[in-house]
């Protein structure tokens, strides 16, 4: 009987260990996860152009491709920005592109955003264009994330997407529209107005002129006078004519007076130059001539009882050559009217004293000045305003 225990016993255990071996778990099949991250990542080409925070759009890509659904193979992103995008390179690729999965292209240099993917092989080309507010260029870039990440999942999971490359036109981003306009500036004041060309004026005056003619004399008499100007700025050059009638000065002496009526003729070249917008200051000069008409006449019964012969000379005229200066003030009073206060003096070139001869003597009946001021008032109408 003993030779039968051991292969009885031995039985046993074969029999318990493969029992033990029956009931253990098989092992467990590879998860989806496991075999995604055994899997190389898809490289995504993204281009950025016109972006004012063009780190803010990666950010945002980057953030939702890093939580793509479970089952799907990871992406790598290649990020580059750009100044300015040729949209006509998205429809034309070049002979030998880089390798990608997918590449897209974000253009925000206008009031609109213009997405554009393109598959694997450049083939078919997925394209959006979404308006871009301005000041929520935030929002602008979750939309335009999610339009990428949409199109790259579809063609992580098999899809197909967008259109053929060859029905794609070139993607052109819109003009840009009116952007709010800064603050207005304040009017400017308007440029000073060119001053009018100068042109000639005439203006015509009548006064009354007083002069001391001689010791105890005063000639005087109303005179008029017509005067033509030339503006130069606020100087005016001026020519003026005048002429004055004269009271007939009466001079009486024993045994023989005078009598003496005088026409004055004046031409003076002048200057008025504007101190005020009402108020001019003026000076002249010029010749003149002095048309004098003589007659000496007799006292009355100077002869009677003497024994002196008395003589008395015909009436005759006698012209004498002045030289005049003159300095006043010329007051406008309305818009073509004006005052004018004139002081004068007067150089009788040729002066002569009226005399009578008695006894081989010669004693002045009147001795006119060589030097004879005066003063003149007129008022002055424009004819012609320069």
Request: hydrophobic content about 45%; glycine content about 8%; overall charge neutral.
């Amino acid at each position: 009987m003993r030779p039968l225990v051991a292969p009885a016993v031995l039985g046993v255990v074969l029999s318990s260990i493969g029992a033990a071996h029956a009931q253990m778990p098989a092992p467990d099949a590879p998860s989806e996860t496991a075999r995604a991250a055994n899997v190389a990542p898809r490289l995504v080409r993204v281009t950025i152009a016109g972006d004012s925070d063009p780190g803010a759009t990666e950010a945002t890509l980057r953030d939702l491709f890093g939580h793509l659904p479970e089952g799907l193979p990871p992406v790598a992103l290649d990020v580059t920005v750009v100044p300015e995008l040729d949209p006509a390179s998205i429809t034309a690729p070049p002979a030998r592109p880089p390798p990608a999965f997918a590449r897209a292209w974000i253009d925000m240099r206008a009031d609109t955003c213009v997405v554009s993917i393109a598959d694997a092989p450049w083939e078919r080309i997925h394209q959006r264009i979404i308006p871009r507010p301005p000041g929520n260029d935030g929002v602008t870039r979750e939309e335009t994330a999610q339009i990428v990440i949409s199109a790259v999942e579809a063609m992580l999971a098999g899809g197909v997407i967008g259109v053929a490359r060859a029905e794609v036109a070139p993607p052109v981003p819109s003009k840009p529209g009116p952007r709010p306009s800064p603050p207005l500036a304040p009017p400017l004041a308007p440029p000073p107005r060119a001053p009018a060309p100068s042109r000639p004026g005439a203006s015509l005056g009548a006064g009354y002129e007083a002069i001391a003619f001689a010791s105890g004399v005063i000639a005087h008499g109303p005179s008029t006078s017509l005067r033509g100007t030339l503006p130069a700025g606020r100087l005016v050059v001026g020519l003026e004519v005048a002429a004055q009638w004269r009271a007939p000065v009466v001079v009486e002496r024993d045994p023989i007076g005078l009598r003496l009526d005088t026409k004055a003729l004046r031409l003076a070249v002048d200057a008025a130059w504007e101190v005020a917008p009402r108020l001019a200051l003026r000076a002249g000069v010029g010749p003149g001539v002095d048309v004098n008409e003589i007659e000496p006449r007799a006292s009355v019964g100077s002869v009677e009882g003497t024994a002196t012969t008395i003589v008395v000379e015909a009436k005759r005229s006698r012209v004498t050559p002045v030289l005049r200066w003159s300095v006043g003030l010329d007051v406008r009073v309305t818009s073509s009217a004006h005052v004018v206060l004139t002081g004068v003096l007067e150089h009788a070139l040729l002066n002569r004293a009226y005399v009578v001869r008695e006894q081989g003597v010669e004693r002045d009946v009147l001795a006119p000045f060589d030097l004879r001021p005066g003063l003149r008032l007129s008022l002055v109408g424009d004819l012609i305003r320069p």
